[in-house]
């Protein structure tokens, strides 16, 4: 069972990136999953969630209308579509799994805490 994130690298300010969340040995359709991101110094926070039950989504305040969670489970994988990027979102990005049916929102912003399995990071460097 192994969970993998990637696609990060560097973009200038204002630019996109998309990230993929790929699963082997189970399916990722199974599951409520949540995107995560670390910065130097900084405590991991909540980016995005989409629902296991209803595909319902949920976006941190600092990414809404700028990030956008999909899946396809024909291709057993979640991305992170990110556009006008900003300086700001540099950080190593995580996904998680959470086998509840909802995302479980705290101060406008998935909980980690309520996540088990995580895949290794990818890093996104926003920087001109």
């Known amino acids: 069972v192994q969970l993998q994130a990637s696609g990060g690298g560097l973009v200038q300010p204002g630019g996109s990136l998309r990230l993929s969340c790929a699963a082997s040995g189970f399916t990722l359709e199974s599951y409520t999953i949540g995107w995560f991101r670390q910065a130097p110094g900084k405590e991991r926070e909540g980016v995005s969630c989409?629902?296991?039950?209803?595909?319902?989504?949920y976006y941190a305040d600092s990414v809404k209308g700028r990030f956008t969670i999909s899946r396809d489970n024909q291709k057993n994988t979640v991305y992170l579509q990110m556009s006008g990027l900003k300086p700001e979102d540099t950080a190593v990005y995580y996904c998680a799994t959470d086998d509840y049916d909802f995302c479980t929102i705290v101060h406008g912003s998935p909980d980690p805490l309520t996540f088990g399995s995580w895949g290794q990071g990818t890093q996104v460097t926003v920087s001109s």
């Open positions: 989409i629902s296991r039950s209803d595909g319902r989504t």
